[in-house]
Structure formats: C-alpha cells, structure tokens
C-alpha cells in the first residue's frame, strides 16, 4: 500500500458552520438519481417472475432458452442506456452545469419508466423504456457522485457521496421487498407487475423536483463564470460570509488549479481533454479508476442482485415464498451494512484499507458458496423437500458477501473515482470510468443466466479469484485519499510540480478573469 499523501492542508482551520445541514440535503435530494439506479437493480430480476408478467409477454410455456433471453435482454438493455447515458452527461454536465443536467436526466428516466410501466405486454415497448430509463440511470450515476464530491468539505466527503450508495441501497432493499408485497397483496393481474414498474416514476419525479431547489457546483461556477460568482455559491454552502478567510483561501486554490490547468494544457474540446488525460499524474489516475469499476463488477454482487430467485434457489432455498423472503432480507442486510460504512468508518479508517479487508471477506464467501454448490448440487427436477443444512450455510456466506460488498466495493468506487480527477477533465474521466461499470454491467447481466444453467457452481469461484486478484491490486497500486481536497490530488498522483506548489500566482483581479471558460 502506498504510504499516506499529507494533505497540504487549508492554514485556516475549518469551521463548524461549514457541516451543515445544506451540504446533508443537496447529498440526500440528488441521490434520488442512486434511488433510480438501486429500485431498478433489485424489482426487476423478480417482477419478470411474476404470473401475470409471464403471462402478459406470452411466456407462459416458453423455453428455457427463451425465457433466458427474455430475461436477459430486458435486464441488460437498461445497462446499455446506462452505458451511454453516463457517457452523453460528461460534456451536458460541462457545458449546461450539474444541476441543470441531473433536472433533464431525472426527465428522461420519468419518460423511460412510463413507457414500461404502460407497455401492455408490448415486447417492443418493453425493451425502448428500458432503454430509454437507461439512459437517465446512466446520466445520473455519472453526475451525482462528482456534484456532491464538488460541493463536500474534505473531512466528510466520503460520508456525503457515500450517500449516493446509502440511496443505491434503499432503492434496492426497497425493490427486493415490492414484489414480495404486491404478490401478497395484490391479485394476480396485470396489476401485479405494473405497480413495481411504477414505482419507479417517484424517484425520477422527486430528482425533477428537488434540483429546481438545489445550488450548482461552485466549482463547476469558478470554471465557467468566474470567481465572484463562484465565492457566492460556496459562502452560502458553507455557512459562511463571503468575506471570511476560511470561503477566501478555500476558493483560492480552486482557481490555482484551473489556472494551473489551463496553462499545462492548449487547446479546448474533446481532443485536448483527452491528450491532458494522457499527461504524467492523469494517465494513472484513469487507469486505476476504470480498473476499480472492472473489480466492483466482478465481484458478484450485480449477479445476486439481478438473478436473486434463481441463485437462492440454486443454493437450495425452494419454495412459493422462500426465494423471495431470501431476497428481501438479503436488501436489508445491504442497507445496514452500507449505511454504518458510508457514514461512519469510510472516512475514519480510509478508502484503501476497506476494499482490501472487504476483497478478503468476499472471496472467502464467493468460494464457500461454490464449494456448497459443488458439493451439494441441486436436482433441476427434483421436488422440493425443504431447506437443507447446506442451503442455509450457503445462504449465510450469501449474507456475509452482503456485508464484504457494501464494505468496500459496493460505496468505495463511487467515492474515489469521483474525487482523484482535476476539474478540467473530471467529467471525462468520471464517465468513462461509469461507462466501464455499465459495461461490465451489461456483461454481467447477459452472461449469469447462462453460467448458472452451463458451469453452476463454477460462477461463485470466477467472483472469488477476481475479489483474491484485488487485494494485491489495491495494496500495489491505490493511494489513500482520505480527508484531502480535491485540489491536493494532483500532487499525490504525481502531476508535474503539483508537489512543489509551481502554480502561477495570479492577482485576484486577474484570476477571476483568467478561470473563466467559454463553453462551446
């Protein structure tokens, strides 16, 4: 493990004013785009098991192979929408601002889920409004994450993106529940299954609603209008007058470092981000990102979440209601395990030292479960004769690797990836390192229901040895992050006289025009 960067810290120490409720809300409303993400993750791998879906998409019947890719292609269309909505918000989010840009994504979901939600058992129209809510999912994962670390104090930060991953989990537990409750309390209609598709209105509606009432990013602001509107904006999230010395030198280094930027960089447009991607400090702040997203993938969580039924029910856990209990307690599981590490040990203990113990205690669950499987395989045909001993010690290792997973794959990737980057190339980097999650998303999505049927138990071991793979990958080649601004990255990942504080010292007057970038 790299040894701890020292923060070149602000000499002004930090106020109490500045953790204030504002920064708690803005985090709270805008995760409403995790709450989009989080609901969809876990409704849909059991609404398509629904009597009345099956019967509506005329799936009563089907074969397997139909009903697989039935099921995987309307789980994996999201995931392509996603992949390139998280791509297209990049240069909106730099050119009409964060907050405008989650407004018009939180839209775009709204519109995706109506278009599920009143299908009528069209196929077609199934498939578009997943694609389509993709897009707003995608936009959303992007964004959220880089505003709220945009507006963070650096002590808290991880608490406050860490959020984004607490409404992931919500929306999950939540989703792993609806079906369970309109199964119980809903007739076997086409009701049944269209409540939970319009569910997903709310979130979206809520996203709309709250960024009307939400400020922009003030350094989103320094970089496009300047720096008097931007002292204004942080003064306010803060707490603080705009004159104080706390807002003054906090602002300063923000403007440091878009000057420094915009003098070691020529050039505006896509081309010039990516050539100062390229540059020594940024070429290896990519490269773990996008890795990051690869390992949190291959972790297995998305499999479990996607395909819940069939996986408890592989391990031996059968039943009219079994697989569902299974799965809701499963989501709670999550929640109370991602919110205790979100809010109060990722920013004591630090972002490196969780994914390594949570790699750890992933792997040894994922081999468990495999081995259970191996060794106790159950009979496609054969009739259910209760929960075995196995079944439970498997379903335990599946609670386990709930709790490793929200310890350090589940929240930390959103954190570090939306805080290593410098402001210029933030939302290119950001994007591609969330369009690598959806791709391997979408890889996930297409490829479990066929691991399972072909290779069985096969499928936890492939999760385990890529969760064994990650401890090495983190103690070799991830710096800790913890409690510094997002000014101080580019001296940890090395940038070029970052260190050596070789920033053009510009009179205020000049700064405030010099920041200032003309969006094309």
Not at 31 to 55: C, N, V, W
Not at 165 to 170: A, H, L, N, P
Not at 427 to 440: D, F
Request: glycine residues 10%; hydrophobic residues 50%; aromatic residues 12%.
């Amino acid at each position: 493990m790299k040894p701890a960067f020292k923060s070149s810290d602000l000499t002004v120490a930090a106020p109490k004013e500045i953790y204030n409720w504002r920064v708690y809300i803005l985090a709270i409303v805008s995760s409403m785009g995790a709450f989009m993400f989080g609901y969809d993750l876990a409704f849909i791998g059991t609404a398509i098991t629904l009597k009345p879906f099956i019967r509506d998409f005329g799936l009563k019947g089907a074969s397997a192979e139909r009903s697989d890719a039935f099921a995987a292609n309307i789980v994996s269309l999201l995931q392509a929408g996603c992949f390139f909505g998280s791509l297209i918000a990049a240069p909106l989010g730099d050119k009409l601002g964060r907050r405008i840009t989650l407004m018009i994504t939180g839209v775009v979901f709204c519109l995706g889920s109506l278009m599920q939600t009143v299908s009528f058992g069209s196929t077609t129209a199934m498939f578009v409004g997943r694609a389509i809510g993709g897009l707003g999912v995608g936009a959303a994962s992007m964004l959220v994450p880089l505003y709220v670390a945009e507006i963070s104090p650096p002590s808290i930060r991880g608490r406050l993106v860490g959020i984004y991953e607490m409404g992931v989990q919500i929306g999950t537990c939540i989703g792993f529940w609806i079906n369970y409750g309109v199964t119980k309390h809903v007739a076997a209609t086409s009701t049944q299954w269209r409540v939970p598709f319009a569910v997903q209105l709310i979130p979206g509606g809520l996203l709309v609603l709250g960024m009307i009432f939400l400020p922009e990013s003030p350094r989103w602001i320094a970089r496009f209008r300047g720096r008097d509107e931007a002292v204004a904006a942080l003064a306010k999230l803060r707490n603080l007058p705009v004159d104080h010395e706390y807002v003054a030198e906090e602002i300063y280094r923000v403007i440091d470092q878009i000057d420094q930027e915009r003098l070691a960089t020529h050039g505006k447009g896509l081309i010039a981000e990516f050539r100062e991607m390229a540059m020594p400090g940024n070429r290896n702040r990519i490269t773990i990102g996008v890795v990051i997203f690869i390992f949190m993938q291959m972790a297995g969580s998305n499999a479990i979440n996607y395909y819940s039924p069939r996986i408890f029910k592989s391990i031996g856990l059968t039943g009219s209601n079994t697989g569902l209990i299974s799965t809701g307690v499963y989501g709670i599981v999550r929640l109370i395990a991602i919110t205790i590490t979100m809010y109060w040990i990722v920013d004591r203990f630090g972002r490196t030292k969780l994914l390594i113990v949570g790699s750890a205690l992933a792997a040894v669950a994922m081999y468990s479960i495999g081995g259970i499987v191996k060794h106790n395989p159950i009979s496609a045909t054969a009739k259910p004769a209760g929960v075995t001993a196995s079944g439970y010690g498997a379903a335990v290792m599946v609670y386990v690797f709930a709790v490793a997973f929200c310890l350090s794959w589940a929240g930390v990737p959103w954190i570090y990836c939306s805080e290593i980057f410098p402001l210029r190339i933030r939302s290119l980097c950001v994007a591609i390192c969330t369009a690598t999650h959806w791709l391997l998303n979408f890889v996930i999505a297409r490829s479990v229901p066929y691991m399972l049927t072909n290779i069985g138990y096969g499928t936890y071991f492939v999760f385990a040895a890529c969760m064994t793979l990650a401890v090495p990958f983190v103690y070799f080649f991830v710096p800790e992050t913890k409690g510094l601004s997002l000014e101080d990255m580019d001296a940890l990942f090395g940038v070029p006289g970052a260190d050596r504080h070789l920033f053009p010292r510009i009179d205020d007057a000049e700064k405030g025009d010099s920041a200032v970038e003309h969006k094309e």
